[in-house]
């Protein structure tokens, strides 16, 4: 049964702290994407790759996030340095071809004190 | 730039029919989509629809789509108490890559 993985699970940390979120998208997908959802905002797309290459990240705030895929089978979102407003639940999902029909991942829910 | 509107809760009886409303404005979107949220989990995809087509069904599940009026709905019959969820609906951009998600709609089924 494939499915997206990400860790942690949960997170806890201190303003100014560095985070860093890791997905594992289902093997053979090519296109992964990273969304953040709060009750206030609902569900945002942050970025998203295509063949491992960045081909949206407009939505990610520049100065303190950054993603990239290292390899096939693992996407990582930073967060350097976090803020109390960057708690969320963030999640990870995969696809193949167009985006349409994603799998998400059971999500990172991150908590900035 | 396109926007995706849902009411934001529905309650039902069990066995009563479900109907959850979306309304979407990019008239170029190919397909549009209906995701499911339980407590606790990521976005599941249920169903979706072609733009080219009018209604989908897929066991309890009909999707109908009224292209000129841009709006999307799903309809669950026999709602269980296991369908108790936040529904998603999302249209894809022209290009396929991207979706745009509502603000969902929370289903409350009373047992």
């Known amino acids: 049964d494939a499915r997206v993985t990400q860790t942690p699970r949960h997170k806890v940390t201190e303003m100014g702290q560095e985070v860093t979120m890791r997905c594992q998208p289902i093997?053979?997908?090519?296109?992964v994407f990273w969304y953040r959802q709060t009750m206030m905002q609902g569900l945002e797309l942050l970025a998203y790759?295509?063949?491992?290459?960045?081909?949206?990240d407009s939505g990610m705030p520049k100065d303190r996030f950054s993603a990239e895929m290292p390899d096939a089978t693992l996407a990582t979102l930073k967060i350097q340095p976090s803020e109390p407003r960057d708690s969320a639940v963030y999640f990870c999902?995969?696809?193949f071809g167009t985006g349409g029909e994603q799998y998400f991942g059971p999500g990172t829910r991150l908590t900035v004190t | 730039g396109e926007d995706v509107e849902q009411s934001l809760f529905l309650s039902v009886r069990e066995g009563d029919s479900s109907v959850i409303n979306c309304t979407y404005t990019?008239?170029?979107?190919?397909?549009l989509y209906w995701y499911k949220q339980e407590p606790g989990a990521g976005l599941q995809l249920l169903t979706y629809?072609?733009?080219?087509?009018d209604m989908k069904q897929d066991q309890r599940l009909t999707v109908l789509l009224n292209k000129k009026d841009k709006h999307l709905s799903l309809r669950i019959a026999d709602t269980q108490t296991g369908d108790s969820a936040i529904y998603f609906c999302?249209?894809?951009?022209?290009?396929?890559?991207?979706?745009?998600f509502g603000g969902g709609t929370r289903l409350m089924v009373k047992p």
């Open positions: 990019d008239s170029s979107s190919t397909y």
């Open positions: 629809i072609f733009s080219n087509m």
């Open positions: 999302a249209e894809s951009d022209n290009a396929g890559n991207m979706l745009t």
């Open positions: 790759f295509r063949n491992r290459a960045p081909l949206d």
């Open positions: 093997l053979g997908h090519n296109t």
């Open positions: 999902a995969s696809g």
